[in-house]
């Protein structure tokens, strides 16, 4: 990827952490509106946390479950490897 295209790519991603935050409705006059401001630290936060407090189970389940839409006979073994990507990629040094 480019310096110009990770740029964007980063741009991008903080528009949608904007556009998810909630900070568009809070009031008028208020410090965080119309800022990004600390967001990518509160989602950094609130992305741990998820991780930390989600049981491996619970991640499995809602895989498998998704998965299993495609009626493939190897939806189990699919849930496992994309679990462990995404634990990868989330991780990365810490995997």
Not at 57 to 63: A, G, P
Not at 75 to 93: D, H, N, Y
Request: net charge negative; glycine share 6%.
């Amino acid at each position: 990827m480019t310096t110009t295209q990770l740029d964007q790519q980063r741009a991008d991603m903080m528009e949608a952490l904007y556009q998810r935050s909630g900070r568009e409705e809070l009031p008028y006059g208020h410090p965080l509106r119309g800022t990004v401001t600390g967001l990518w630290e509160e989602f950094a936060r609130d992305m741990a946390s998820n991780f930390r407090d989600t049981s491996y189970e619970e991640i499995f389940k809602r895989v498998v479950k998704a998965m299993d839409e495609t009626e493939s006979v190897m939806t189990e073994k699919q849930a496992q490897q994309a679990i462990e990507v995404c634990r990868q990629v989330l991780l990365g040094k810490w995997a």
